[in-house]
């Protein structure tokens, strides 16, 4: 046992890990204040299973060691199949330990799944073989249509969003069940076809994303032969670079008399790495059966 416990000591000190990477248990680092919330209840319920299996672990270790049968020994070791004191313990505390779990799984998960108030920026996620389409139902683009990105075998769509503002996401499928991850938000949910008819909650909210940055998403779901290129990038751009990105959504782009796209809106910001107009996190979808290139 105290070789066990000198040899994790050794491994987390010399790993150069900080306290709180070992705590997260190889979660990312989350963006979004839902995100620290769920990875804190994983925490402490890993926290509260090793602290059991410890207790567990040990009492079948002195159990084994001192309670084996001695050699000439023909009686039975003492019974303890009456002792109501220990079955009630026994009994009490793993129901403790599952209310517990229970009611914070319960705060967080009422928090991650609560209604949209109405005063969310509005984004529309649409899924469908192999890539992903983003719109902003509330900014028209020139053309009268919701401005709106989709991706194709050559551009990864960009979601463009802003930092510090919540933000509603409703999805739906053009074809087949996909999934919206993005691994920051430690969180995904399903894309489904028809998802009123499917008895689907398909809106869901995060109060704000905390940083600036580019972040990858991906489907999530296997559903079909390129599912593994079917990547996107979130663009979390400070509040007043996203206003601005928005207006430029709604202009013609005098360059090409058409409205400005997600990309040529984000040249034309030129704001360094996060204003780049492609995407910066994974590369592009190639639907060729005999591509090598590895999706990161």
């Not at 609560?114 to 053309?143: C, M």
Request: with cysteine; glycine share 6%; aromatic share 10%.
């Amino acid at each position: 046992m105290g070789l066990a416990v000198a040899a994790v000591a050794v491994a987390l000190t010399t790993s150069g890990c900080s306290v709180d990477e070992v705590l997260r248990f190889g979660w990312p680092v989350g963006v979004t204040p839902e995100a620290t919330q769920m990875r804190t209840l994983w925490t402490w319920a890993a926290v509260a299973a090793l602290i059991v299996g410890v207790l567990v672990w040990g009492a079948t270790a002195w159990t084994v060691a001192f309670h084996r049968k001695k050699a000439g020994e023909s009686d039975l070791p003492r019974q303890f199949q009456y002792n109501l004191p220990l079955e009630l313990v026994l009994t009490v505390v793993p129901l403790v330990i599952v209310a517990v779990l229970f009611y914070f799984t319960v705060v967080v998960q009422n928090v991650v799944d609560r209604e949209a108030s109405g005063d969310e920026l509005k984004i529309d996620v649409i899924g469908f073989q192999w890539n992903w389409e983003f719109a902003y139902p509330e900014t028209p683009a020139p053309n009268g249509e919701p401005a709106s990105v989709v991706g194709s075998t050559t551009q990864v769509p960009l979601l463009v969003l802003p930092t510090d503002r919540p933000i509603a996401f409703t999805q739906h499928s053009q074809d087949v069940i996909h999934s919206f991850w993005v691994p920051e938000f430690l969180f995904k949910r399903d894309v489904m076809p028809n998802p009123e008819e499917n008895d689907q909650k398909n809106t869901w909210v995060i109060d704000r994303i905390e940083r600036p940055g580019a972040f990858v998403g991906r489907c999530a779901e296997f559903c079909g032969a390129y599912h593994s290129m079917m990547n996107f990038e979130v663009r979390a751009l400070p509040p007043a670079q996203f206003d601005q990105f928005l207006r430029l959504r709604g202009q013609v782009n005098p360059q090409t008399g058409q409205g400005y796209t997600t990309p040529d809106a984000l040249a034309a910001m030129n704001c360094g790495e996060l204003c780049a107009p492609q995407a910066i996190t994974t590369p592009t979808f190639d639907q060729s059966p005999t591509s090598q290139i590895a999706v990161k």
